[in-house]
């Protein structure tokens, strides 16, 4: 059994681990030790949200009986609607995609722009600029601080943003990371494409438009999923911004019930945080080949 499985790597070459190292001894068996740490942290991984999902649908009394029931012996999926109307969950769940949606137009547009830029427009100082992008990334928490001090009075207009989507929007257009992501994608396309765009007379924003983005397909699909995964569980900005307010998204919602609202049994707080989940593992559930795609774009040579 282990020898068919491990001959499953027979055309493996590359890696911490090829074929020909798997058939000694000592590499057999540091193979199957990270196998075993692998599996051990998928399980630590998996099993809380399993745990979750089984005590949602206990009874009350289950839920808190010591020792606790691995197997449940009740089973209640009527919790399901009777948080569905203690919540309104489609209020929260409609607040978190237009969240989504700004900061995805936000963070495709504006981050593939500059990372357009960079690439291949390169004006006068575009290395200290990138050098810049790169080191915004250091930047500790305390930024924080004075960035929610600039949407509370936001210099010469003197507007206060606080309590709309405007500002996570603004942030998510400046990501240095998704910068440098598009950046380093643009550099694999073949500057022969650009070059014969420009002599059939395609202007910067033509060539962008025409040119790069149809070529793009791939990273603009790795940085939406990046963004729609990031922004639903976003929620130390949204709780400053949106905090108390209608426009509070899932992440929010989800806390404030946790602190303050007391309309829920447990069992039913853990069935709303079931359905919580449940939008995301089907974005990853779908598009979990493109995620792992995300690594290896990140990794071109820029």
């Known amino acids: 059994m282990k020898t068919k499985h491990i001959s499953r790597f027979a055309d493996k070459t590359t ?4 074929f020909s190292d798997l058939k000694k001894p000592q590499f057999k068996l540091l193979y199957w030790c990270m196998f075993a740490a ?10 809380p949200i399993l745990w979750i999902t089984v005590s949602g649908f206990k009874d009350i009394n289950e839920l808190y009986a010591v020792p606790p029931t691995i197997i449940p012996r009740t089973f209640h999926p009527e919790v399901i609607p009777t948080v569905w109307g203690k919540v309104h969950v489609l209020n929260y769940f409609k607040n978190s995609v237009i969240l989504i949606l700004g900061c995805l137009a936000c963070d495709i547009v504006i981050n593939g722009l500059a990372g357009y830029v960079l690439s291949r427009l390169k004006p006068m100082g575009s290395k200290i600029i990138e050098t810049l992008v790169f080191w915004s990334m250091l930047l500790p928490g305390i930024s924080m601080v004075p960035l929610y001090m600039t949407f509370v009075n936001v210099p010469l207009i003197h507007i206060n943003l606080v309590g709309s989507y405007v500002p996570i929007w603004v942030m998510a257009g400046a990501n240095a990371f998704n910068v440098l992501l598009f950046r380093n994608y643009f550099n694999s396309i073949p500057m022969s494409y650009i070059e014969a765009a420009r002599i059939d007379g395609f202007s910067n924003a033509g060539i962008f438009r025409k040119i790069i983005l149809p070529l793009s397909k791939p990273i603009i699909m790795v940085v939406s999923i ?4 990031g922004t639903w569980g976003n929620f130390l900005w949204p709780y400053l911004i949106l905090g108390n307010t209608a426009k509070e998204p899932v992440a929010v919602m ?8 007391t309309g829920l049994m447990q069992n039913e707080y853990m069935v709303l945080l079931i359905i919580s989940v449940i939008p995301i593992i089907i974005v990853y559930a779908f598009f979990s080949r493109q995620i792992m795609g995300g690594m290896e774009i990140g990794g071109i040579k820029g």
């Open 254 to 261: 989800l806390y404030r019930i946790n602190t303050g609202f």
């Open 226 to 229: 990046f963004s729609i995964t």
């Open 38 to 47: 692998l599996v051990l942290l998928a399980l630590i991984c998996v099993l």
């Open 15 to 18: 890696g911490l681990l090829n």
